[in-house]
Nanobody, 126 residues
Framework: QVQLVESGGGSVQAGGSLRLSCKVSGLSFDDYAMGWFRQAPGKEREGVTYINWSGQDTYYSDSVKGRFTISRYNGKNTLYLQMTMLKPEDTAIYYC???????????????????WGQGTQVTVSS
């Protein structure tokens, strides 16, 4: 049974930082690309950042480039998202997801990811 469990969400003031984690079990973690998505109230889920199986290839949406950093530790089956300079518009539920293969491309969408976590809430106040 594949499980992705996010943690690290919370409330923070604008300009602050948070680090999200996603612990993965039930699959060969280092065979899969991973991603972080988010969904704000009333909006569609959107891709934030992706990382390939080795961690050497990453993609960031324009809205988070330069502020967020995705990383992974294959030895611990864990994905991370370091978020800095947070803005109120970053408020959303953040989901981690496992892809269908090891590579990433900047045109990936939700359908390119097979397994999903339950999400963790991030709230940024002004």
């Amino acid at each position: 049974q594949v499980q992705l469990v996010e943690s690290g969400g919370g409330s923070v003031q604008a300009g602050g930082s948070l680090r999200l984690s996603c612990k993965v079990s039930g699959l060969s973690f280092d065979d899969y690309a991973m991603g972080w998505f988010r969904q704000a109230p009333g909006k569609e889920r959107e891709g934030v950042t992706y990382i390939n199986w080795s961690g050497q290839d990453t993609y960031y949406s324009d809205s988070v480039k330069g502020r967020f950093t995705i990383s992974r530790y294959n030895g611990k089956n864990t994905l991370y998202l370091q978020m800095t300079m947070l803005k109120p518009e970053d408020t959303a539920i953040y989901y981690c997801a496992a892809g269908k293969g090891g590579a990433i491309r900047n045109t990936m969408t939700l359908t390119d990811f097979r397994y999903w976590g339950q999400g963790t809430q991030v709230t940024v106040s002004s």
